[in-house]
């Protein structure tokens, strides 16, 4: 059973690097120096975008990005609510902002984001995908959350996390004699 919640924990981290690094701009490589790592110098330059534009909702999105990425969280929050504050209905940054809380532990709150997401659009499969996770996995209503990932299911029944959500299915309703 341990099994599964880590390779869902593995999956959902594989989802959302994956989302955010398809919804990054190709930069420029840059010279750098032992002491100052690409990542932090990437994270450098998008600050500095944000402070330049603060009104566009793309830095911020990229600024998210590269936090979620470095598993800076709590800093990706913070860019991610200026994101949503300038584009609202911006269903992968709520499933992105939504994956940060998760990633602080702050799961009723990334179970009502996702909500919210799915609302906008019924049809985004991981929006569905982290929602069954987080709510299977981190929240024990193993029913609720089988439901979200057979959703998923539906809507991507051959991709790559196919498999994983199929076990993490089987996980969840092997393990809940009345559904929780």
């Known amino acids: 059973m341990k099994k599964i919640a880590v390779i869902m924990t593995i999956l959902f981290v594989t989802l959302t690097t994956i989302g955010c690094k398809q919804q990054e701009q190709k930069q420029q490589q840059v010279n750098y120096t032992p002491a100052s790592p690409p990542v932090l110098m ?17 830095v911020w999105i990229n600024l998210g990005n590269v936090l979620m990425d470095s598993q800076r969280f709590s800093e990706a929050v913070d860019a991610y609510e200026k994101a949503i504050a300038l584009e609202p209905k911006n269903v992968n940054v709520l499933v992105d902002l939504g994956t940060c809380y998760r990633g602080i532990g702050k799961f009723d ?12 659009n019924p049809a985004f499969p991981n929006g569905h995908l982290n929602l069954g996770v987080v709510l299977g996995f981190d929240l024990h209503k ?21 498999d994983q959500a199929r076990q993490a299915v089987q996980e969840l309703t092997a393990g809940s004699p009345a559904g929780k």
Do not use: C, H, W
């Open 109 to 120: 709150k990334a179970v009502e984001l996702y909500r919210k997401a799915l609302k906008i």
């Open 42 to 58: 990437e994270i450098d330059q998008r600050q500095q975008a944000a402070r330049m534009t603060p009104k566009n909702p793309e």
């Open 142 to 162: 193993n029913a609720e959350g089988a439901k979200e990932i057979k959703r998923f299911l539906e809507l991507v029944p051959n991709g790559p996390q196919s």
